[in-house]
DNA sequence: ATGAAAGCGCTAACAG
DNA sequence: CTGTTAGCGCTTTCAT
């Protein structure tokens, strides 16, 4: 049984497989094919159940019709909020939306994002897999090529020096900045901030506004840097106990190590104001202060974007979401 | 700039095109083409950095080399566990997985599955958005049609009725049994059985456990069943406070809400054991049984799975992977 | 209004 | 060992 072609559907009809193209596309009127002759294809497309080949089609217009996503993990509340908005957007204007994940290996986020380069995505919306301080630096030259080939390319979360390509944050130095400075009027003053060591800007940023806001006050920045993703290290744990003895208050840059601290103290005995960006699992709460991320609102965001770009817009820089 | 093609290639090496489609594939060898040939094509081509096109290449060979997921959603570590399990054995494979979310609604299901089929998915593996029970069936003639025609699908924790296609499941009947058995040995009496109302395989597996070790014992089954996915939900709430008087403890179905009740139930000033499915974020610990779930092992299993399917294997049936 | 014809870039059978 | 030829299914220009 073979597939169903427009030839078949023309030699069916009896007439010209142009005449079948045209009408499909849309472009019966345009061309002034009868409406006769147009209705009678078209009922029969629909009633035999015919699809345009993609393979061919795209062959020929180069349009795939899907943007690719490439995250490093989706585990986390984190990404599956994004995807929610990204897909929010890309829906309703007709594409797909693809998503693939790097683990956390830069070879690997390269040889996907080239793969779904190489099947035709029209855009691509990147959180990038950024190393450790220790693990040397990004390797951005495929990025950069990317960028300076005007592709629509949209980074979510860590922006990448100098590659000129938007990329959706949000106001991470101020909110930081102004969550420390609360913790400090509320007496606090010796806070510790608690952080992956990692090589995101908004990391990056966090960190910068908790150093500055105590610096503001007089007061002296601690750090507790960690340098595992796998949840299950007890670097934090070890870590924290020379700074017990002094600290009285926590500001942690990432959701996880928030709870991961939490617990910590609770086994300790102690009880000590933590603020942290992230937002509790609506499952669960705890007592700590949350800094929002709004990353649905980033995940739209980054979809408008996209298609701001597919459609020749020039890139707008850098956007902060703040709602 | 024009792209790169095998045509100009072969113009620029003064060779045909046919031989240097031959070399680029491989298949030097086999044609007899001189080693010399071989290598001048297959260096220029290199650095050129010469890409073969996907839509021409598809359009013959009818091979994309990607495989579909289609899931409700990738906030839970459910899913996110999945996905790692697939990408390990897929992406050893030369297959590129492409996730797609139908943000746990049918209509939106059967598009994106439509809209990966059309775009040449190889294979397909799914998690099915599936009703409440009083949102009436699931409406599976697309699914159905899918494992008619003998396409490669596998299903991923929910089987559906009927369907002809593997189902990758865990061993949720005996799991429920033997935990909701242990519960009862160790003095509780009225477990109360806590769940989504969901029609899905695995749900009503671990409910029918937990009904049979009840009854085994002469004990009375007792249900709080919710219709809300929102984890904001106020209903678990409401309905627990019925059965707060009695119950003397819990068999719960899925981690989130095993998270709320716990949270409850501290609110309200009680201890009481539950067990549940699931497992607690490698980042939070609660005082509550854990029935393991073999995530990664399933996403893995269904890889390799869908990849027999497509190598031309009959379907295994339904599958259980225990660890 | 309709059809013929020339591609899109690659594959493969066949002849030389 | 290499080239010719005929597609894959669809799009689009240009005559008629």
Do not use: W
Request: with cysteine; glycine share 6%.
């Amino acid at each position: 049984m073979k597939r169903l072609t427009m030839q078949r559907i023309a030699q069916q009809l009896g007439c010209s497989r142009t005449t079948v193209s045209l009408v499909l596309k849309g472009k019966g009127d345009q061309y002034r094919i009868s409406r006769q002759t147009q209705e009678k294809i078209r009922s029969f497309a629909r009633q035999a159940g015919y699809k345009p080949d993609y393979f061919a089609s795209a062959l020929n217009s180069r349009q795939s019709g899907f943007i690719a996503a490439v995250f490093p993990d989706v585990f986390e509340s984190f990404m599956g909020s994004l995807v929610r908005g990204m897909e929010s957007v890309l829906y309703d204007r007709d594409y797909t939306l693809m998503i693939s994940t790097s683990r956390f290996d830069q070879r690997r986020e390269q040889d996907l994002v080239e793969k779904m380069l190489y099947r035709g995505a029209e855009g691509l919306i990147l959180v990038p897999t950024m190393p450790f301080r220790n693990e040397g630096t990004y390797r951005n030259t495929y990025i950069r090529e990317l960028a300076d080939r005007k592709f629509p390319l949209v980074l979510v979360d860590r922006c990448i020096e100098g590659i000129d390509a938007p990329c959706i944050l949000q106001e991470d130095y101020p909110l930081a900045f102004s969550a420390v400075s609360r913790l400090i009027s509320r007496g606090c003053r010796r806070i510790v901030c608690v952080s992956f060591d990692l090589q995101a800007s908004s990391i990056e940023q966090r960190l910068l506004g908790y150093r500055d806001a105590m610096h503001a006050q007089g007061l002296t920045d601690q750090y507790i840097l960690l340098e595992e993703l796998n949840p299950e290290a007890h670097d934090l744990a070890e870590k924290l106990d020379n700074m017990l003895k002094t600290a009285d208050g926590f500001f942690v840059t990432t959701t996880g190590i928030a709870d991961k601290l939490f617990r910590l103290l609770r086994q300790r005995g102690r009880v000590l104001p933590i603020t942290r960006f992230g937002s509790a699992s609506p499952y669960m709460t705890r007592d700590m202060t949350d800094i929002p991320q709004p990353h649905v609102a980033m995940g739209m965001k980054a979809g408008e974007t996209v298609l701001k770009l597919i459609a020749g817009e020039a890139s707008p820089g850098t956007l902060r979401v703040s709602e």
